[in-house]
C-alpha cells in the first residue's frame, strides 16, 4: 500500500486526476484484502515497519489532500457557475 499512495502522490502532484482516481481504486482493494484477512498481532521488527509505513500513508495522504483540494474546490465553482446558469436560463428563457 505504501507502494501505491506514493503511486497517488505522484499523480496528484502531476494533476493527473484519472491516474489518482485509478490507484485510489487499487488501494481500496488492498483495504478490503487487508481487513478480510484480520488483524494479526505484531511484534518487534515487524511491528516498528507496520508503524513506518503507516505514518509513511498518513503523510502521503496529507499530501494528496493539500494537492487535490484546490482542484476540487475549483472544479465546485464550476459546477455551481454552471448550475446558477442553468436557473437563470430557465427563469429567463435564455
Not at 490507484?23 to 515487524?46: F, I, M, S, Y
Not at 509513511?56 to 465546485?76: E, G, N, V
Request: glycine share 4%; net charge positive; with cysteine.
Amino acid at each position: 500500500m505504501v507502494g501505491i499512495t506514493d503511486q497517488m502522490l505522484a499523480a496528484a502532484a502531476a494533476a493527473d486526476w484519472d491516474r489518482l482516481l485509478q490507484l485510489e481504486h487499487q488501494c481500496a482493494a488492498c483495504v478490503r484484502q487487508l481487513k478480510d484477512n484480520g488483524d494479526t498481532p505484531l511484534a518487534g521488527q515487524e511491528r516498528v515497519r507496520k508503524v513506518n509505513a503507516i505514518r509513511k500513508m498518513l503523510d502521503s495522504d496529507r499530501k494528496i489532500r493539500d494537492l487535490t483540494q484546490p482542484w476540487m474546490a475549483k472544479l465546485q465553482a464550476m459546477i455551481s457557475n454552471k448550475t446558477v446558469e442553468r436557473r437563470v436560463a430557465r427563469a429567463y428563457g435564455v
